[in-house]
């Protein structure tokens, strides 16, 4: 049986719950990024100061819906594959990777060259991957400050249309009782566009968001919120069954230290 804890969670693939509640479609292109050693301190500042404007700028634009930078908590250190996420999320399908002119450089506010803004983000960082997700539902509002599980998911071969629909007609309505009862709880859940094939690890993504520390540590019961929302239905054989199409090998926990959108 595949258990959902409401403790524990790996560096954010996630993300676009800061979509407004009412978003359920769009995509989110998903950036690992690796400090190099003793270095991560410096690098949050840069990625908060320069990354975090040309974020803004292109989300008052209208090329992003939203940008969020997440930092790993658990793993971390040596172990985490990433340390930072930076989460270009789209109102519709990915634009692709961008570039920016002295223009957009000056218009966001940044006072430096790109030469000089690729050769510090150089200096301190480098890109460990790129990934492109599908958002298919999305309940509540990731909030700044709060922290978001990432439940990875592989899902077995012509499994995923049951997968979706298990997901958005069995969790999706405890989420939503868990988001109304403590705003800024949120639930995102995505599939893979790129990369792909036999050999990832992954390819599916339930995302679990919650507006502080002492929320996601709290003890949360689903048995007996699945009681409210799925009177006729038993918790034991939907949780089989979604074990049956997927399995979990692997949950991160990371913190939202900015999340921009209009």
């Avoid at 993300?15 to 949050?44: H, M, V, W, Y």
């Avoid at 930092?71 to 985490?80: D, K, L, W």
């Avoid at 939907?238 to 913190?255: D, I, K």
Wanted: glycine share 8%; aromatic share 10%; proline share 5%.
């Amino acid at each position: 049986m595949k258990l959902r804890l409401s403790l524990l969670s790996i560096p954010l693939a996630f993300l676009p719950a800061a979509f407004a509640q009412t978003q359920s479609t769009g995509s989110a292109e998903i950036l690992c990024i690796k400090a190099k050693d003793g270095k991560q301190g410096e690098l949050r500042r840069f990625l908060l100061d320069s990354s975090a404007k040309m974020g803004k700028y292109r989300v008052d634009s209208g090329v992003f819906s939203a940008y969020l930078i997440a930092e790993a908590v658990a793993p971390s250190g040596r172990s985490a594959r990433c340390d930072f996420h930076l989460v270009q999320a789209y109102a519709a399908a990915p634009k692709g990777p961008l570039t920016s002119t002295e223009e957009d450089m000056k218009k966001a506010g940044i006072s430096m060259t790109i030469a000089q803004r690729n050769a510090k983000r150089d200096e301190i960082s480098y890109l460990v991957s790129r990934e492109y997700w599908r958002v298919r539902d999305i309940v509540g509002t990731l909030v700044k400050g709060g922290y978001v599980r990432l439940n990875y998911f592989k899902i077995n071969s012509n499994s995923q249309t049951e997968w979706l629909r298990m997901e958005s007609s069995g969790w999706k309505q405890m989420a939503e009782v868990w988001a109304k009862e403590s705003p800024g709880r949120a639930w995102v859940l995505q599939t893979l566009i790129m990369p792909g094939g036999a050999t990832m690890p992954y390819n599916g993504l339930t995302v679990d968001g919650y507006p502080n520390w002492d929320a996601l540590f709290a003890t949360t019961n689903p048995r007996n919120t699945w009681g409210k929302v799925h009177p006729d239905s038993d918790y034991s054989a939907y949780m089989t069954r979604v074990g049956q199409l997927a399995e979990r090998p692997l949950v991160s926990t990371m913190r939202l230290i900015e999340v921009i959108r209009k």
